[in-house]
Structure formats: C-alpha cells, structure tokens
C-alpha cells in the first residue's frame, strides 16, 4: 500500500472539519508523519499548543471505562437542557388546560430531556444535537432582541419604554448564555471529553462480544 505524501496528508486533513481531525489526532494510530501534519493544520485553526501534546485516546480512555464524570461546564449546560424540557412540559400542559379541543401542541424544547441526560453521559450525538439546538436558540434570540430594540421604533401604539428594555436586556442575556455554551462544545478539552468516553465505551462493548453494527 502506497504511503501517502505529505502534500497528500495536508490536502486530506484540510477537507476534514477541526473537530473530525481533532479526533483522528487523538486516536494515536496515525505514523509520525501524519502526525506531525496533522498537529500543524490543527495549530493552524487556533487549537492550543498544549491541546496537541496528548496522550493517545485508546490511553486516555482506560480511565474513562468507570462512570465517567462531565467538566463542569457540560454539566451546567446539560441541566439547563433538562430545565427547558421542564419548561417545555409545563407549557405543553398549560395549553390543553386552557386551550382544550384547539389541536395537537408538542413543544420542542421536550427533546431537553433527551439531550441533558446525553451530554452528562458523554454521547457525541447528542453534543451535535445540543450544538444545533443552541444555534438556531442563538439566532432566535438575536432576531428578537433586535425586534425589541427596534419595535418601539416602528410601532403605531404606543410602547412601554420599560418593557421594551427589560425585553431587549433578557433578549442580549439569553444571546450570551447560547454563545457561552456553544464555545464550551466546541473547546478542544470539552471534545476529548466526548471522544474518550466514546472510545472507553466502544472498548466495553468489545470486551463484551457487542457488535455496534
């Protein structure tokens, strides 16, 4: 089997998104080579020096076969996943309480409670879906808090000045939340995180004759 260029393994890298490269840098099977290029392209999108020095992920996932325990900051953002389905919930039965007969009402925020649970045991499917969720939340509270701003702006009636600033303060506040939690998902040791616990799980399942396919 022809070995692959240097040239060939940069083109290769560069096609491959940070957090998939990421992944493939931490698995530890990769020649010198392909290391040394893939440390360079990750250096090149701004992960830290000291995130490209790792012990490889097989290693790292010995100690990971336990309960494995989330950084802080995924835990903070899982709870509030678990308080929106809460949320979610309560709105759901608030609408056919009072809204009895008006139709089907599912309120999406529900899926909270799959995602919470998700991101605390590690599972990167469930980060992914956290990330979309918490970009189109990020969108959506933009959208509004300039709404807001500019309502009073553009409105026939007259509106609370009050109102509108709590509005547009609570609008920025949620704005700020969401793109705090998508940093903390997208941060290098927050993917080693999910990356281990994967590898670690995927380890027990061999161990017990389980074939994931």
């Not at 020095?53 to 790292?60: A, S």
């Not at 996932?61 to 678990?82: D, H, M």
């Not at 959208?143 to 509005?167: G, K």
Request: without cysteine; aromatic residues 10%; neutral net charge.
């Amino acid at each position: 089997m022809k070995t692959p260029s240097t040239e060939e393994l940069r083109q290769k890298y560069r096609e491959l998104s940070t957090e998939e490269l990421f992944s493939l840098f931490q698995q530890g099977n990769l020649t010198d080579e392909a290391q040394t290029v893939a440390r360079k392209e990750l250096a090149s999108r701004g992960i830290p020096a000291a995130e490209l020095n790792v012990t490889p992920l097989e290693e790292t996932a010995e100690t990971y076969k336990g309960n494995a325990k989330a950084p802080l900051s995924v835990q903070i953002i899982a709870r509030l996943f678990i308080l929106l389905g809460i949320l979610s919930v309560l709105d759901m039965a608030r609408w056919y309480l009072h809204a009895p007969g008006m139709g089907l009402y599912i309120n999406l925020g529900i899926i909270g409670f799959f995602v919470g649970p998700g991101l605390l045991k590690g599972v990167p499917a469930w980060r992914k879906v956290a990330m979309i969720a918490i970009v189109l939340g990020l969108i959506a509270s933009v959208v509004a808090t300039v709404v807001t701003i500019a309502l009073p702006f553009y409105a026939d009636a007259p509106i609370n000045a009050t109102y509108s600033i709590v509005s547009a303060i609570l609008g920025g506040s949620l704005g700020f939340l969401f793109f705090w939690a998508y940093r903390v998902l997208r941060k290098p040791e927050i993917m080693t995180f999910f990356s281990v616990v994967d590898v670690a799980g995927k380890s027990k399942e061999e161990a017990a004759g389980v074939d994931r396919k």
